[in-house]
């Protein structure tokens, strides 16, 4: 194997736990290169190019799944902070709060919100220069001035053409092995259940949600009159969905035991809050009813098997502490 790419693995598979500042200029540097065909015996990448990769990961770990990106909890990150801060931005703007991919929400960024866009670019920059772009290529004490030389003053990263093209050729096995780095990070500091997955996923265009409709007959079965479970009305067909009474982007699961009815109005002042106590309490009694039917009426399946294990480990409630730290 070439040197070289030997050198870059090693870069991510020994990169200390503090942030994941390293992880995210490797996918940078590799999606720079896979981008296009680039002439010359060198190639110049901008501070800004990777900046604006270094935006588009955090934003979508953090506006799905609001990953902690670093080991000390009280001082966040500045990259991190920066993106919160234009997160926050967009959703003043942009006001049913759904989350949007980065790639989506990038039109309205750059011409609605185009200062604070150009702002956020220029922030994350100036820490890639301060912070990660010096560091990343020191191994064992020494620069490997063969994957790249960062040029202070320019603010950019000079590399050759041939390492442009090892990390385009290798770019597959380099995505999974820094998505793998990248989650190993998380889970010494983020408690919350799937992490691997949640990484692995923030790459695909599309972060599709089941329909939750084959749930409807085991609700249904409890709640026939399909009462919302936040305000308890009963709910009109076009109003009805079904919630995750422990937010999805915290289980990023769709388990019968944290579904319920609700009125879609109620649901989206709600969404991605964390229950109440008395919600939970709710949801846990609502869970030992809705065994009793569904073992009286003598149903069976995974799913039914999932809501007894989910009430003899007591997962609502081990959940819900998770998803409050
Ligand atoms: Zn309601």
Redesign the pocket.
Known sequence: MDPRLNKFKKIIRECNYDNTYKMALAKALVELSSEKEYEGDFVVFTVYDAAHKFLKYYWNQTIYFNLVQGSNLKKIPEVLQYTKRLISKFFEYNENKKPERFEKAEKILSEKLRDHYAKTIDNIACTICKDVAWRFTRIDGEFADDIYVFDKTKKVFVISSEVVKLLKENAEDLYDLINYRWGMILETFNSSPRINKKVKIIDREDIKRNSLNKYKVFLDAENPERR?F??G?K?EDKELSIDHVIPWSYVYSDDLWNLVY??K??NSTKSNVIPSEEEIQKLKERNEELFEILKEKQESGKWIDELEIAIEKDYVDKFWIGCKQ
């Open positions: 919302c936040l305000c009305k709910i609700v009125h109005s109620c």
